[in-house]
């Protein structure tokens, strides 16, 4: 059968279990398998942009922020920023007495964007980062990992439901199906962006 939608996902996931008594935990089984996918899966379909008005030492992330790619300042001349850790940025500050300035590092702390220098005026900060997968629902049936990847889905789903119904036989099946679907995403991510020949090392001469 096709696995269109949200409601297509469900009863693959009973047909392939053959029950018809998992639907209220159905939709668990597929919020995990969410939650596991968005810890496994990196693909160029995931990578999101957006751009905000920056002027305090921390900002908030967006709302579907997984991770970071990278961040630059559109303001003035186009500089990208370093990400280092946030002992790193504590260092700089004690160094520097907390100097106000135009960024140049940043680090992820406590779920916000710690900017460093901390802005002297407003400053325009692009950044391109991994957005979550959208969480299917009855309100939203569709999204991007169903439409182009339903097995992904379907075998993420079915392993969390091994672990829920105690089949340790089933468990192996699926978590194999699960990791060969998102190993073939994540391959399939490097080729569209790397042209297919992996990631190339630089040689610098001297």
């Known amino acids: 059968m ?10 693959a996931i009973a047909d392939f279990l053959n029950r018809d ?23 160029w379909r995931m990578e999101n942009r957006s751009t905000a ?11 579907d922020f997984l991770e970071p790619i990278r961040l630059h300042v ?5 500089r990208e920023l370093e990400l280092i850790s946030q002992s790193q940025i504590l260092d700089r500050r004690q160094q520097n007495y907390d100097t106000a300035g135009k960024p140049a590092f ?6 916000e964007l710690e900017l460093y220098p901390t ?8 950044m391109y980062y991994y957005a979550r997968i959208p969480s299917l629902s009855a309100s939203v049936p569709e999204n991007w990992m169903l439409t182009y990847f339903p097995d992904a889905y379907l075998y993420t789903s079915l392993q969390h439901s091994a672990v829920y ?4 036989q089933r468990l192996t099946v699926w978590a194999s199906l699960a ?15 790397f042209g297919g020949s992996g990631r190339r090392m630089k040689i610098r001469s001297f």
């Open 179 to 193: 990791s060969a679907a998102i190993d073939a995403i994540n391959l399939e991510g490097e080729k569209a962006k």
């Open 74 to 78: 559109e303001s003035g001349d186009l």
């Open 21 to 43: 008594d998992l639907a209220a935990v159905i939709p668990t089984f597929i919020s995990l398998a969410e939650a596991d996918m968005n810890r496994r899966v990196r693909h």
């Open 165 to 168: 119904l105690g089949e340790d």
């Open 106 to 111: 940043y680090a992820i702390t406590q779920g």
């Open 53 to 63: 008005g920056v002027d305090a030492q921390y900002s908030a992330l967006p709302s």
């Open 119 to 126: 802005p002297d005026g407003t400053y325009d900060v692009g």
């Open 2 to 11: 096709a696995i269109a939608n949200y409601t297509d996902l469900q009863s």
